[in-house]
């Protein structure tokens, strides 16, 4: 019988709720993709890019420069792993995460106790699969989610290079046809202004003979109009 001062069995925590506040695959490879974009951030926002928008402290006081951007990148280091774990708190990120990995585990033991055939077709669904996305980086993750856009811009870029293709092969006949109407138009005009320089001599020889007869008529009449001739 326990004493007067005894105290009762304190109630024990179930292992599962302590397991789910410990990050599993997919909670720690959410921190790594974090930890790796801040990184990223803080490496864009280096001193030389810091000390080019503020040039004048840059050549006077470059040491209390230098000071203020560190304060900076510290500050928005703290203030930016503040606010993921504030999330990351306030969503349950990590005991739902740890919920998915034990599904995710679950169902493979499952898949792994069926028979051959099963898992030989499992096994074939896995290659065909690939790696698991937990397993992946931040880059691979990244270009996994960037491909199937890619590839639809890939596709939108090859059709409207086949149709640019073909409205430039229609110009070109276009071109073609227009050109070989201005060669025939040319022809036919160089026929035209030999016609006009012929029928233009013609009219100087005319003009010619008709001055030259005006001439001898003119002749006469003097000759005829003196006296005892």
Not at 68 to 97: D, T
Not at 180 to 200: F, M, N, P, Q, R
Request: charged share 20%; net charge negative.
């Amino acid at each position: 019988m326990a004493g007067p001062n005894s105290h009762p069995p304190q109630h024990q925590p179930a292992p599962t709720a302590s397991h789910s506040q410990t990050p599993g695959l997919r909670a720690s490879r959410l921190h790594q993709v974090f930890d790796q974009a801040l990184a990223r951030t803080l490496r864009a926002n280096s001193y030389s890019n810091f000390a080019g928008c503020f040039p004048t402290p840059a050549r006077h006081v470059p040491a209390s420069l230098e000071s203020v951007w560190r304060q900076l990148n510290a500050k928005l280091e703290e203030s930016a792993k503040a606010e993921f774990e504030e999330i990351i708190e306030e969503r349950q990120a990590v005991r739902h995460l740890n919920e998915l990995d034990r599904l995710v585990e679950e169902a493979k033991a499952r898949r792994e106790s069926g028979s051959a055939a099963e898992n030989g077709n499992g096994q074939q669904q896995q290659q065909q699969l690939g790696n698991a996305p937990h397993t992946l980086g931040a880059e691979e993750l990244y270009t996994a989610h960037l491909t199937p856009y890619l590839q639809e811009a890939q596709s939108t870029l090859n059709s409207r290079l086949e149709e640019t293709h073909a409205q430039n092969a229609k110009l070109a006949q276009t071109v073609q046809a227009q050109r070989l109407e201005i060669e025939t138009l040319l022809a036919h005009l160089e026929s035209v202004v030999t016609d006009i320089e012929g029928a233009a001599t013609a009219a100087t020889e005319f003009s010619k003979e008709h001055h030259i007869r005006q001439d001898a008529v003119q002749m006469d009449e003097e000759v005829n109009a003196r006296p005892g001739i």
